[in-house]
């Protein structure tokens, strides 16, 4: 497997899961079933799911009135872009495999 391949796949598949779990915490949230932990979502959207939650979250209309996702959400997805603008710019040079 290439490494854009695999940076392919380390990209889309916590959104993925992001968008999928806002779903099924909504849909459980009207069945009055097991909830997915908030800790969850935000790990997920820290290590790159910030788009798929945000996405879930506008999709499912979950979590929109809580300050700590309309606003923690889309804050971590700035950072995030942040990090990518300033190493992209980076004298240095990353090799992937």
Known sequence: MTAEITLLIAL??????????????????????????????????????????????????????????FIGMPLILVLQLAAVILLWRSPLRFRFL
């Open 12 to 69: 889309v598949t916590p959104n993925l899961l992001g968008f999928a779990l806002m779903g099924i915490d909504k849909q459980n949230a009207r069945q009055s079933a097991f909830r997915v932990p908030e800790a969850i979502l935000f790990c997920l959207a820290l290590i790159g799911g910030s788009i798929g939650c945000i996405a879930g979250m506008r999709v499912f209309h979950h979590k929109t009135r809580k300050p700590a996702f």
